[in-house]
């Protein structure tokens, strides 16, 4: 889960940095790069689920991952605005209205309404669609063709609007009171550790021969395993070369490195990322439904939690980021614009692979009729424009309610 989550940042920067250099549109860098880059993680778990004989995990883990973007990312999102806010004489003040950013309320009155319609639609429309219990290919045209559509009225939108009058603050702006040594510090923690730790834990288990054998038998063969330990190594190069400005003392992350990679290596960088996303699927996959036979409980189940919540990862990790910077406006387009992306091409590109069955049964109910239950309610809010600190409190609640229902 690791390599997928930090493998589509890695993607998501070195598309950034093509686009760029390819003089690409700031809309399809950064609605469509970014916004399909943090769905990265449920895509290639959920197409190795539908080439790896496990079709039936699709669906619980793209509505799973739905309901865990709007609990755990836009609900936390929305009450984030109470954490830790200071007041004017510095104290802090927890869950206060008065000194809560915002004054307590997400407002998104210029913000562009249409993916939270057309996320709450789409969630209608794949309820429709799975009453059947199957998801075909006819369902999948369906889906791919109303995704399209999406795009070019986003793109045509994109178009008629005027750009914001505040800016996302740069990286620059952020440290520039950091000193070289705390700027250090922050890189071997945060940026170059984990990668490390993570690659001598794979190594370590590997060289034991009873842990070889449970690798090979979820990762049915050595290529995946090869390209997940190629991953693993490519990572902590990227964090590398990403903070060589921070690690040599001469600056800070404004001075990132990958978006400077040539077009021809990024490109070949970009190939190798894509093979690691889709063999880190296929090994996590093969071990949910390992674990599942271990524990005796069903598959469907920890693909519609356990999985759903790591492939989640990256949109609640930008939702709070985005809180934190204080865009909050942006927060509608990035949860809704992600859930769209789930549902219409996700389902669509699997749908094409194979026919999923038991898409209306079990998790996979549970997991559409709460993705129902927390998305319409919000369709409410467009007539205020406006998320209460109650209202995010609810969708954090829901979210766990979610949870008790599918193991009980």
Known sequence: MYVIVKSSDSLVDLASGIGYRAKLSDFFIGSFLVGIGTSLPELFTS???????????????????????LGAGFGLGVLSLFFFVRSENGRLRLFTTKYALSNGYLDFNHTNASPVIIASLSVLLALLLCLDGVFGRFDAAIFFLC???????QFYQSRQESPPDTQH??????????????LFRQALTWELLPPLLALIVAVVLFTNVQTRGEFLAVSEGIFP???????????????????????????????????????????VFFGFIIAILYSSGVIVVGSLVKLAEDLGINSGALAASALAIGTSLPDIVVALNVIRRGRHRLLVGHIFQSNIFDIFLILAICGFIVPLPEVATGSSKISIVTAVALTLPLLWTLRSRKISGLGGLALFLGFFGFLFFLYH
């Open 47 to 69: 197409i190795a689920a539908a080439n790896s004989g496990s079709p039936e995990l699709v669906s619980p883990n793209v509505f799973g991952t739905v309901v865990a973007n």
């Open 147 to 153: 995704y399209i559509a999406f795009m070019v009225w």
């Open 169 to 182: 603050p740069s990286y620059k702006e952020l440290v520039k009171k950091s000193s070289a040594k705390d």
């Open 225 to 267: 395993l090869i390209f997940f330990f190629i991953g693993l190594g490519l990572l902590l190069g990227l964090q590398i070369w990403d903070f060589g400005p921070e690690l040599t003392f001469k600056g800070g992350p404004e001075l990132s490195n990958i978006a400077n990679i040539p077009i021809s290596l990024g490109l």
